[in-house]
Structure formats: structure tokens, C-alpha cells
């Protein structure tokens, strides 16, 4: 299993990891150890941070353009707010 790393907007290196929100598997638990992802517990606050820097430790949410829905992209009903609020015909 691949995990990104990603540039941390408070330190500038490349240290920031997923937080991974929810009851982790096995797999979760040794990528926590091996500094690949940060474990956020079980319950997701409205808001929470989506990235943790290891280097300065800090959090941060993911800039989205989109609402981001679970299929987004193959619901034919939402593909009028998809392409820009225009309401279907
Ligand atoms: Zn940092």
C-alpha cells in the first residue's frame, strides 16, 4: 500500500500524511508506526483536518474547488450542479 506525502503550507516539506479517520485495519496501524499516516481516531468533527505534517506536527484541511459527494462523478442527476448550477430542463 502506497501513501502520499504531501507539502506541509506551515514548514514547506514534504512530511504531510493522510489522517485517517475511523476504526483502522492491521495494515493502518503499522503505516501509523512507520510515520505514513496519522490516526484521527473514530468519530470525524465537522471540520476536522484532513492532513497532520509529521516534521511540525501541523493539521490542516484539504482545499477543495467542489463539494465532493461519495459518486460524484456517476450521478447523472447531479451533473446539473456538477457543470454549474444550472437547474435540468
Ligand atoms: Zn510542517
Known amino acids: 500500500m502506497m501513501f502520499r506525502k504531501y507539502r506541509c503550507p506551515a514548514c514547506g516539506l ?11 485495519g492491521p495494515e493502518l496501524f503499522t503505516a501509523a ?13 465537522f471540520g476536522a483536518p484532513e492532513r497532520q505534517c509529521t516534521a511540525c ?4 484541511r484539504i482545499k477543495r474547488r467542489n463539494l465532493v459527494l461519495p459518486d460524484w462523478d456517476g450521478n447523472e442527476d447531479l451533473k446539473w450542479l456538477r457543470d454549474g448550477f444550472d437547474q435540468p430542463s
Not at 514534504?14 to 483502522?24: E, L, N, S
Not at 506536527?57 to 490542516?60: I, L, N, P, R, T
Open 33 to 45: 508506526q512507520a510515520g505514513d499516516v496519522v490516526l484521527g481516531g473514530c468519530d470525524a468533527e
Open 14 to 24: 514534504r512530511t504531510g500524511v493522510a489522517i485517517i479517520y475511523g476504526m483502522p
Open 57 to 60: 506536527e501541523h493539521a490542516w
